[in-house]
């Protein structure tokens, strides 16, 4: 069965980075791209960026450019988020998960992660 | 930068139907798609491709998207739909969006 599995949660102080990631199993690891979404508590969701397993060509939310890399390691089926020069608003829940279909107004999520919470205090 | 907009709360009988909506600028364009997020847990898919229902998901969900509003519809709400719900399309130019939320309660 398809699973995607996230890393634990992290605490963090301001100006730091944090890296999730999310193992994934049940699959063919690079027929599918992987979505970043975060949601901080209380708040909705938001579309961070997704990265192809297969080429490792990412495309980032332009909120995000320039403090965020999505990469991958085949050899394991892992996916993993950098989020660099953290700030408070940065803490929340961050999800990865997978995408379907053909082309991209058809697109989908059909599994997720259980999630990483990030805490980023001083 | 493209945005959809749901109302932040519907309140409903058990029973009774509940209808959520999401809007945006021609969304009927699109594709839209709905995702339940029970307290504490990670987003379901309960509608893809505008009205395509997931394995496993319950009949007495069901959407439409005409015009500038997609809507999401359960009929015979129950206490376990209890929930907050969100819209997402895709645009080619901000890519991933997703509604502001909106929250349901089974009185």
């Known amino acids: 069965q398809v699973q995607l599995e996230q890393s634990g949660a992290e605490v963090k102080k301001p100006g730091a980075s944090v890296k999730v990631s999310c193992k994934t199993s049940?699959?063919?690891?690079?027929?599918?791209?992987i979505h970043w979404v975060r949601q901080a508590p209380g708040q909705g969701l938001e579309w961070m960026g997704t990265?192809?397993?297969?080429?490792?060509?990412?495309n980032y939310a332009q909120k995000f450019q320039g403090r965020v890399t999505m990469t991958r390691d085949t050899s394991t089926s892992t996916v993993y988020m950098d989020l660099s020069s953290l700030r408070s608003e940065d803490t929340a829940v961050y999800y990865c998960?997978?995408?379907?279909?053909?082309?991209?107004?058809?697109?989908?999520?059909?599994?997720w992660g259980q999630g990483t919470l990030v805490t980023v205090s001083s | 930068s493209y945005e959809l907009t749901q109302p932040p709360s519907v309140s409903v009988s058990p029973g009774q139907t509940a209808s959520i909506t999401c809007s945006g600028d021609?969304?009927?364009?699109?594709?839209a798609c709905w995702y339940q997020q029970k307290s504490g847990q990670s987003p379901v898919l309960v509608i893809y491709?505008?009205?395509k229902r997931p394995s496993g998901i319950p009949e007495r969900f069901s959407a439409s998207n005409s015009g500038n509003t997609a809507t999401l519809t359960i009929i015979g709400t129950q206490a376990m739909d209890e929930a907050d719900y969100y819209c997402?399309?895709?645009?080619?130019?901000?890519?991933?969006?997703f509604g502001t939320g909106t929250k349901v309660t089974v009185l």
């Open positions: 998960a997978r995408i379907r279909g053909v082309i991209i107004t058809e697109y989908y999520f059909d599994y």
């Open positions: 021609k969304l009927g364009d699109k594709y």
């Open positions: 049940g699959y063919t690891f690079t027929k599918y791209n």
């Open positions: 997402q399309a895709w645009d080619t130019s901000t890519a991933g969006v």
């Open positions: 491709q505008d009205t």
């Open positions: 990265i192809n397993p297969n080429g490792g060509s990412t």
